[in-house]
């Protein structure tokens, strides 16, 4: 178990990583750095601190291409977070590529960032929007999806590890197999790149979307990574300073990729406070942090399941799922759970968690969900059973 600094409240168990992660002071550090030493805006000044500044948004760039082992710093594109890339893919790529008569395939167990752009494309296109249904233990039905691919599938859609879930879906066999009939592949990795090694030409990606806050960084800051040839395709969705190469009255041609995606001044403190997490993180190693939450998942599984009245939804084995348990109490709705947890000074998720067909598929309304990080340890589950004990004998379940 890592420290990444004080905790927010003292004594309290933090446990809503999938929601956002704390900061080590090294992240803090480096944005205090920013504003304090290199403040300017980027790209447009020639004095020595608009190229210090520059410098440090590029190499922040260059830091991402390198933890996702992209082909290029020129794959990735500044965004706000998750939710903007795939925004942009839909709106931009989908809009000029996808027409009535085309399939878009997702699956049910999708975040909303996930599912409603595509619903939307859909609905604008013509398109048809297809689900790929799971299994009793929270699994891909794969075979079903190999069903539904055809020559009429443009775009396979799917997260890495479902944020309710916790499943961890294979991408690589995935973009095989959509490649096969000539989709391409939409990768939401919000809750696979802060917890696992990520290498998005291995997983076959196409797209490849996640969020800073997520994984140490500052809120405000995300990524998309693109295949050259894809985003080559893409227009622009903003337009406006930075982005363009020049601009006539009547025409205007866009500055090379990946600028001519990032329209108007960029998060320059937010990428530089992401490359310092990935460095954090780089220092500790992504396998050895994907080894420690595999093992407390493990244990948390094994804690609950012996809580008479809880059940846990998502696969059974912690080698199959990420750090992220979902669950309801019998009798207590998840909202009540979760507030009396809180007096105990344990935060959890609850709720829909941006979620909701995976909700209605699951039979439920909401659930009370952990997600655990590097800093998290042993003593934070039996913190966390403990508090559902106290739940029960406040809400006098048996």
């Known amino acids: ?9 003292p004594d309290a168990v933090y446990l809503d990583s999938a929601a956002t992660s704390q900061k080590p002071q090294a992240v803090i550090d480096a944005l205090v750095h920013y504003y ?3 403040n300017a805006n980027v790209h447009r000044g020639v004095y020595t601190l608009a190229e210090q500044a520059t410098e440090a948004y590029e190499q922040a760039r260059q830091a991402v291409a390198d933890f996702i082992h ?4 020129e794959n990735i594109i500044f965004t706000r977070g998750t939710t903007e890339s795939l925004n942009w893919v839909a709106t931009s790529f989908g809009g000029t590529h996808i027409q009535a008569g085309d399939e878009i395939i997702i699956t049910i167990m999708e975040h909303h960032s996930n599912l409603v752009p595509w619903q939307q494309l859909a609905l604008r296109t013509g398109a048809t929007l297809r689900y790929v249904d799971i299994d009793a233990q929270g699994l891909l039905d794969m075979k079903s999806f190999q069903n539904m691919l055809s020559p009429k599938t443009k775009i396979v859609a799917v997260t890495q590890v479902s944020n309710v879930l916790g499943t961890i879906n294979p991408i690589q066999e995935i973009s095989s197999l959509a490649h096969a009939v000539g989709a391409v592949v939409v990768v939401d990795g919000a809750q696979s790149a802060p917890h696992m090694p990520v290498d ?3 997983l076959g990606a196409d797209f490849f979307a996640f969020s800073g806050h997520k994984m140490l960084g500052p809120t405000g800051i ?6 050259m040839p894809l985003l080559a395709e893409m227009p622009p969705v903003e337009f406006g300073g930075e982005m363009i190469s020049k601009v006539e009255k009547f025409h205007t041609t866009w500055a090379d990729i990946p600028w001519r995606f990032e329209g108007g001044t960029p998060n320059i403190a937010g990428a530089v406070g992401l490359a310092a997490a990935i460095r954090y993180l780089q ?6 942090i994907r080894a420690h939450e595999q093992a407390l998942t493990a244990y948390a599984l094994d804690q609950l399941n012996a809580i008479p009245g809880l059940t846990i939804y998502g696969p059974p084995d912690a080698q199959r799922r990420g750090g992220v348990v979902a669950f309801t109490l019998q009798g207590v709705h998840p909202h009540d759970l979760a507030t009396v947890l809180d007096t105990q000074q344990v935060a959890v998720r609850a709720g829909h968690h941006c979620a909701q067909p995976l909700m209605a598929r699951l039979g439920v309304v909401a659930t009370a969900r952990a997600s655990f990080y590097l800093y998290n340890g042993q003593a934070d589950v039996d913190r966390l059973v403990a508090a559902v004990n106290e739940a029960k004998e406040f809400f006098q379940v048996e």
């Open 1 to 9: 178990m890592w420290q990444t600094g004080a905790a927010p409240v």
């Open 70 to 73: 992209a082909e290029a710093p």
């Open 283 to 288: 220092g500790i190693g992504l396998a050895t």
């Open 200 to 202: 998005v030409q291995a």
């Open 222 to 227: 995300g990524v998309l990574y693109g295949k």
């Open 36 to 38: 304090t030493r290199q």
